[in-house]
């Protein structure tokens, strides 16, 4: 009869244990009240890699949609305007051909980001700040391919970023 006494009292501990964790957990935003709602503004493209600017909105766009803590408004609705410039996209080399060091088998690629988001009603500024986001990717065929092949997966990753760079601004 001592071992599911013992065995009872050990659950219970783990139960106490493990609610007593979920006690400072809150359900929903962190946001405040009259913040509830998002515009993102098209990004000003300040790179040579064309239509960049459309791919990195759309991105943030989706993450923001997916995530759910703010709906996406038009402008003259929305509580907090998101606005951006891409600084920077890169292709570092990261592995090249043993017998062939010039053929570049897998790159990196790098975009970068500065975000600004403001309270529409005051423009108080809620964060500014830069934002990068990459994916290595391996040289299947031609480059340009793989290039267009990884873009939407960086654009993807950036986008979480910069949802999570406005939400955690509180």
Known sequence: ???????????????????????????????????????????HNSTREPQLETKITSAIIREFQRDGQLKVKDANEADIIVTGNITQYKLSPMRSNRNNPKAVLQYKAIVSVTLYAVERKTGKSITTQSVTGSKTFEVKGDLMTARRTILPEVAQELGRKVVDAVISAW
Request: proline share 5%.
């Open 1 to 43: 009869m001592r071992k599911p006494k013992f065995t009872l009292t050990i659950l219970a501990s783990a139960a106490v244990a493990l609610l007593a964790g979920c006690l400072n957990y809150k359900l929903g935003t962190t946001l405040p009240k009259h913040l509830r709602s998002v515009y993102v503004e098209t990004f």
